[in-house]
């Protein structure tokens, strides 16, 4: 026979019990994720986290971290406001202006206040990371070096800071310490990137192409269900010149992810390889003909080969009927323009301004295209508002650049 559930005051423990240790669990995956150095699943966990509890600073303070790595001002605007409510002199809550500060270049700012958070916790993991991607940013590299090397002896086992210092270690030419770095990392969680791919990738990147093309060969026997390392592969053999070369590798991409479309467009379209893009991202529209982010793809890979009036007769399909499509609006008044269409692309622009009067790309394409239909007083005026708005959006640039803002957020 099952125990009664329990009623009333058992109730509410009960609850409070289970939610609780679901947030427990929330916020270990989000900790973990972000040591995994996936900021994306971490921010969206820790948001969760912070929605129970909006109080926990170190939460809040990673969660900074990850919106301002993935380029996401507005919800780092939102945590930093957030947490000045709760403690603004806590370390976490330093640390979290830190980042901020370095979100708007002002590095001798963020260093000054990661310097005071970590005066109160010297041997925080998190704070020290942070100071670590500042030093990624500002260099040298041996001061990144450093900081990740103080972070190991803490926590020998932080993937996320193995994978920083090899990093470190690649840019200051220091291969070999920077594929042991890596390998370690492998070690401690078979999902991370294969070390010689994420070598691949130094040697790609410093334009040492032979060295590369070793690095994804091996890369591709140890992993061959991996499709990056083709790629680069394939890459690396184009700008080498070695084209019989170029095509093995390409058949192989075709055979081995033909039956995976959705990966394979991807890794086409980071390579600019848009004729072989094109009838993927024409399928996955088909199939998802309301998703706003494949459809403007669809009209990047229509331009990108020679196919402008197939872009713009995309776009204006997709616009039909809806309001929340401000992006599309925007992109389809631009290429209008481009087209020599003004008259459509004023209209274009002023529906994507009614959407959001913020949208510097709308006003300008509304100003070149008064001029070239001969208003030239009313592209004067939207000149001069795009400029107010360019004045308004550097003045406030500056105030976050200095902190000044704080006290108003």
Same mark, same amino acid.
């Given at each position: 026979m099952s125990n009664p559930a329990p009623s009333g005051k058992d109730a509410a423990a009960f609850q409070h019990q289970k939610d609780t240790a679901f947030e427990g669990q929330l916020w270990n995956e989000g900790l973990n994720a972000f040591y995994r150095d996936d900021d994306e699943t971490a921010l969206t966990l820790l948001l969760e986290v912070l929605e129970s509890d909006p109080q926990h600073l170190r939460a809040a303070y990673l969660a900074v971290l990850c919106a301002a790595n993935l380029n996401e001002e507005e919800t780092l605007e939102e945590l930093c406001a957030a947490v000045r409510c709760v403690n603004s002199r806590h370390p976490y809550a330093i640390g979290c202006e830190a980042v901020r500060a370095m979100f708007y270049a002002n590095y001798e700012r963020a260093e000054q206040l990661f310097t005071l958070a970590l005066r109160a916790l010297p041997d925080d993991i998190d704070l020290n990371l942070g100071l670590g991607t500042l030093y990624d940013q500002t260099g040298p590299?041996?001061?990144?070096?450093?900081?990740?090397?103080?972070?190991?002896?803490?926590?020998?086992?932080?993937?996320?800071?193995?994978?920083?210092? $090899?990093?470190?270690?690649?840019?200051?030419?220091?291969?070999?310490?920077?594929?042991?770095?890596?390998?370690?990392?492998?070690?401690?969680?078979?999902?991370?990137?294969?070390?010689?791919?994420?070598?691949?990738?130094?040697?790609?990147?410093?334009?040492?192409?032979?060295?590369?093309?070793?690095?994804?060969?091996?890369?591709?026997?140890?992993?061959?269900?991996?499709?990056?390392?083709?790629?680069?592969?394939?890459?690396?053999?184009?700008?080498?010149?070695?084209?019989?070369?170029?095509?093995?590798?390409?058949?192989?991409?075709?055979?081995?992810? $033909?039956?995976?479309?959705?990966?394979?467009?991807?890794?086409?379209?980071?390579?600019?390889?848009?004729?072989?893009?094109?009838p993927?991202?024409?399928?996955?529209?088909?199939?998802?003909?309301?998703?706003?982010?494949?459809?403007?793809?669809?009209?990047?890979?229509?331009?990108?080969?020679?196919?402008?009036?197939?872009?713009?007769?995309?776009?204006?399909?997709?616009?039909?009927?809806?309001?929340?499509?401000?992006?599309?609006?925007?992109?389809?008044?631009?290429l209008y323009y481009q087209a020599q269409e003004y008259e459509a692309a004023v209209a274009a622009a002023q529906q994507a301004l009614q959407l959001d009067r913020d949208d510097q790309e709308a006003w300008t394409v509304l100003a070149n295209a008064?001029?070239?239909?001969?208003?030239?007083?009313?592209?004067?005026?939207?000149?001069?508002?795009?400029?107010?708005?360019?004045?308004?959006?550097?003045?406030?640039?500056?105030?976050?650049?200095?902190?000044?803002?704080?006290?108003?957020?």
């Open positions: 590299e041996e001061k990144s070096v450093a900081v990740y090397r103080r972070v190991l002896e803490l926590s020998p086992d932080n993937i996320r800071a193995r994978i920083a210092l $090899g990093i470190s270690y690649a840019l200051s030419g220091e291969y070999l310490s920077a594929f042991a770095e890596y390998q370690y990392a492998k070690r401690l969680d078979p999902n991370v990137e294969n070390p010689h791919q994420h070598l691949g990738r130094d040697f790609y990147a410093d334009g040492l192409l032979t060295e590369a093309v070793q690095e994804f060969v091996q890369a591709i026997s140890e992993e061959p269900q991996q499709p990056a390392a083709y790629f680069y592969l394939l890459d690396c053999y184009k700008r080498l010149g070695q084209i019989d070369d170029a095509i093995d590798i390409y058949q192989q991409i075709k055979e081995r992810f $033909g039956s995976e479309p959705e990966i394979l467009v991807q890794f086409y379209e980071q390579f600019r390889m848009y004729r072989e893009a094109l993927l991202l024409e399928k996955l529209q088909s199939q998802n003909p309301e998703d706003l982010e494949i459809m403007l793809r669809l009209s990047q890979a229509y331009q990108e080969t020679g196919n402008l009036h197939a872009a713009i007769s995309l776009l204006r399909s997709g616009v039909e009927g809806r309001v929340d499509v401000e992006p599309v609006w925007t992109e389809l008044a631009r008064l001029l070239f239909l001969g208003k030239v007083d009313e592209a004067e005026a939207v000149a001069r508002r795009l400029a107010k708005l360019q004045d308004e959006m550097w003045q406030r640039y500056q105030r976050r650049f200095s902190g000044f803002d704080e006290e108003a957020d």
